[in-house]
């Protein structure tokens, strides 16, 4: 029973003469999920967005960190169930699908 408790990920992007960086915070909670995202491009002031999730939304869900952990472990039984399919959260932040 692996349950992603919290998780960052910054993204960045060294563009002239904007430079832009986005970083996402996903933290567990009793209730769910909260997603924060952060956008800062060049000197501009940061945009900021917030996200939440219901467990019941959730259930089931596989982010990026825990993604990785089952693509190694489906590579080392050398074994891939059919139509492998779990809710995601993708990069805007949104409830998605990731198959695999």
């Known amino acids: 029973q692996l349950e992603t408790l919290e998780q960052e990920e910054q993204e960045c992007l060294e563009l002239r003469p904007h430079p832009t960086e986005k970083t996402t915070h996903i ?4 209730h769910g999920m909260t997603v924060m995202m952060t956008l800062q491009e060049g ?4 945009q900021c967005q917030g996200f939440s999730y219901s467990r019941a939304r ?4 596989l ?3 825990a993604s990785l952990l089952l693509l190694r472990v489906l590579a080392r039984r050398q074994t891939m169930p059919p139509d492998l399919v779990f809710p995601a959260i993708n990069t805007e932040g949104d409830l998605c699908t990731s198959s695999y």
Do not use: K
Request: aromatic share 0%; no cysteine; proline share 7%.
């Open 27 to 30: 933290v567990s909670h009793e």
């Open 43 to 46: 000197e501009a002031e940061p």
């Open 58 to 61: 959730l259930r089931g869900v």
């Open 63 to 65: 982010l990026e960190g």
